[in-house]
């Protein structure tokens, strides 16, 4: 399939697109020096939103699933950048287990396991599935569109190795966010390699440290470049103590918001744009957007309803909600036969390998659209990332999707830099 | 274009592929862990022959060309390897030269340089092609199909570095075979990196060298998986001071073609292959096939015409043969259209990025197709190499291109090896 999106970019954007194609050996080298100093996490999506004179990212994965939408042609790119992961990390390994989510109901993320284990066997591993999931208390057959089934085990420990009752692996490559917390089996390994490291999970990671290291990189990346950091990047701030149910924390978000609203007022008029400001309110800590909100006024935030505070106030796996973040919205300017459409960039190690638009024909430009319960249809990029043509326009695919693969490796750097300054073990990082 | 082979497989090869598959994850941790141990040379393309019974290397070229006759669809994958060699040798690098050959008269090869090129540029370096051909004595715009040009400058050598008249390159890229001689421009270089080294130029390389480290390595991948290493391999004996002009070297030929012709005759009557052997007798230093010859008989090799003997006795520059290689001859078993097709694979650093099948009409199963004056249709590989389907049929196009994919990172992993062994800096392999 091959998109066809009904764009029709506008000045900023066009000459940002302009910008990062001239410079694509600048860039490169750029991100080759960055890559000397950080580790990429082993994997990471990124959601990004094209508003025509901007493009941001808005969400990034580290247990990234939809391996499944990627193109077939994009998976000897994963291959690839796998073997250059594992070759780092565990140059001798043989097996490789992978921790899944808890939920094994959802036939599209099972179809994802499926990819991501062969894009991993690949590699020269032995892949098998250990379940965190206590219901799950023997080796269980699940099964798969087309008569196939997978073999789901439950995990054990053996003093400080984790595995399975016959499978001890030197590399465990978690898909699980970890939102209902930290296992404690998973605490304390030795001499195993878990990819990536725990804190990686939503149980300690937050947005706004992301988005603060991404605003960094932005800065230093549009330095390089000479360009206004505000077009890849987004306003955000948070509020810490954040109670919806005792309502307090509802004057930090109103005044949030309105800072928020302000700033991208002050850059909207400084390039012309006539569309309305929004901001997106969501929990700092948390995945799939069940509290995730859009926002055109203070007074709005102050007036949020109850089954909207109820909303935001647990997120899909029941911890309440403690702290806030309100991030200046990105609408979606891509659509495809009228419905709104979001790019989604996939990376193994420091390499992008694919990506595919999330098409929603039932949303607004300005609304989540990695929303539960709301199917989206996959559509996977037709070209690679990697391969721009200087001489051809910005709009052609393979020069769009070479910007959006940097905007996503950004995003990248920004969480290997996330992911160092919030381990516990400082001392790696001397 | 979608290779469609007459190809019928006998026994042992189908064993062997099946194997191959099979093996998959045990074969891509055997390369894991080799590649601990030896660093790939930047870039080789391996000419592979498959006789239906045995698939072997034929020639592995260490300066490849025909980057061209790749398929679009595998760019993306040379990228990402080329990212990876770049960061190894010169993570910081900004400029790269090209050396290319001297002879820029040739379309083909001008549009594997623009290619190659392309490939480097991508991984965020400045490319300029600086020339050894003396007759080059100020940069010189060169014509290349559809009305661009190639802009080739001489190179200059200041003190220990060399470079362009404004550019100064932290790598710089041979690809000219050095068949002329070590030229001394490029000896005793400071802090620039040479990809590959010197001693990999066919003024130092030797055939011989490696097919003798590949039969190390053979050996060692076959015991690993249980199966014959003749399968996968050749036999072959050197002699060392052939002059045909004096007719000294003839009797060691006609032994050494004797010798080859028995060992063969006896691992056909074992496989029960009714075929007639024939060896191919080569100069064991050189490039382009011109002295290549195919022999039945050891009478044949004394009896070579005054017209073969002189063909064998100069390379394509000009070099007098003293050192001659007699190899077993492996036909070649596919074809297509009832032209006789050959598979040529590309790596770059330690990754397979795609291959081509060279077609010869007017040529015959046991013979090089790969000489001068010979054009050849390129038909570039329909699948990638590291995409095996092990449900599937070994005559599967991926399935096929895996096991050719297995042979020929063989065949790098024995360049490394010599490469490391014919290094006149030993201190390096303390």
């Known amino acids: 399939m091959v998109p066809h999106l009904l764009t029709a970019l506008k000045g900023p954007l066009l000459e940002l697109e302009r910008r990062l194609l001239d410079?694509?050996?600048?860039?490169?080298?750029?991100?080759?020096?960055?890559?000397?100093?950080?580790?990429?996490?082993?994997?990471?999506?990124?959601?990004?939103?094209?508003?025509?004179?901007?493009?941001?990212?808005?969400?990034?994965?580290?247990?990234?699933?939809?391996?499944?939408?990627l193109s077939d042609e994009m998976l000897p790119l994963a291959v690839q950048a796998a073997m250059a992961a594992?070759?780092?990390?565990?140059?001798?390994?043989?097996?490789?287990?992978?921790?899944?989510?808890?939920?094994?109901?959802?036939?599209?993320?099972?179809?994802?396991?499926?990819?991501?284990?062969?894009?991993?066997?690949?590699?020269?591993?032995?892949?098998?599935?250990?379940?965190?999931?206590?219901?799950?208390?023997?080796?269980?057959?699940?099964?798969?569109?087309?008569?196939?089934?997978?073999?789901?085990?439950?995990?054990?420990?053996?003093?400080?190795?984790?595995g399975l009752a016959d499978f001890d692996p030197c590399t465990v490559l978690l898909n699980n966010d970890l939102s209902a917390g930290l296992p404690e089996i998973l605490e304390g390994l030795h001499e195993q390699t878990l990819l990536p490291p725990l804190h990686a999970g939503w149980a300690v990671r937050r947005k706004s440290n992301?988005?603060?290291?991404?605003?960094?990189?932005?800065?230093?990346?549009?330095?390089?470049?000479?360009?206004d950091p505000w077009l890849i990047d987004s306003y955000f701030a948070t509020c810490g103590a954040v109670d919806l149910d005792e309502r307090t924390g509802e004057d930090c978000i109103a005044a949030n918001v309105e800072s928020v609203l302000r700033q991208m007022r002050s850059k909207y008029r400084e390039y012309g744009i006539k569309e309305k400001p929004?901001?997106?309110?969501?929990?700092?800590?948390?995945?799939?957007?069940?509290?995730?909100?859009?926002?055109?006024?203070?007074?709005?935030?102050?007036?949020?309803?109850?089954?909207?505070?109820?909303?935001?106030?647990?997120?899909?796996?029941?911890?309440?909600?403690?702290?806030?973040?309100?991030?200046?919205?990105?609408?979606?300017?891509?659509?495809?036969?009228?419905?709104?459409?979001?790019?989604?960039?996939?990376?193994?190690?420091r390499y992008v390998v694919g990506g595919f638009y999330r098409v929603h024909a039932s949303r607004g430009r300005d609304e989540n659209l990695n929303a539960p319960g709301m199917q989206f249809v996959p559509l996977p990029f037709a070209a690679s990332c990697n391969l721009p043509d200087p001489k051809a326009s910005p709009e052609v695919a393979s020069n769009r999707f070479y910007a959006y693969g940097v905007v996503a490796r950004l995003a990248l750097l920004a969480a290997s830099i996330e992911l160092e300054r919030t381990d516990p073990d400082q001392s790696l990082y001397g």
Not at 93 to 120: H, K, W
Not at 211 to 226: G, I, M, R
């Open 23 to 69: 410079a694509t050996p600048q860039i490169e080298r750029w991100f080759r020096l960055e890559w000397q100093e950080h580790t990429p996490p082993v994997y990471c999506s990124t959601d990004l939103r094209n508003a025509g004179f901007k493009v941001a990212p808005v969400d990034t994965n580290l247990f990234p699933g939809g391996f499944n939408n």
């Open 86 to 162: 594992i070759e780092k990390y565990c140059p001798d390994a043989r097996n490789l287990l992978l921790i899944p989510e808890n939920d094994t109901g959802n036939a599209f993320y099972l179809q994802s396991l499926v990819r991501l284990s062969a894009i991993m066997r690949q590699t020269g591993l032995n892949v098998r599935f250990g379940t965190l999931n206590p219901e799950i208390e023997r080796p269980t057959l699940v099964d798969l569109p087309e008569g196939r089934t997978l073999l789901i085990e439950p995990l054990e420990r053996r003093g400080r190795r984790i």
């Open 210 to 227: 992301h988005f603060a290291a991404y605003k960094e990189v932005a800065k230093k990346f549009s330095k390089t470049l000479d360009i």
């Open 278 to 349: 929004f901001v997106i309110v969501k929990a700092d800590a948390g995945t799939r957007g069940m509290g995730i909100m859009s926002v055109r006024d203070p007074a709005e935030a102050r007036e949020l309803s109850r089954r909207r505070r109820d909303r935001l106030a647990t997120d899909n796996e029941g911890i309440p909600v403690t702290e806030v973040m309100v991030q200046e919205g990105v609408a979606t300017f891509e659509t495809i036969n009228e419905a709104v459409a979001e790019p989604v960039v996939y990376m193994i190690d």
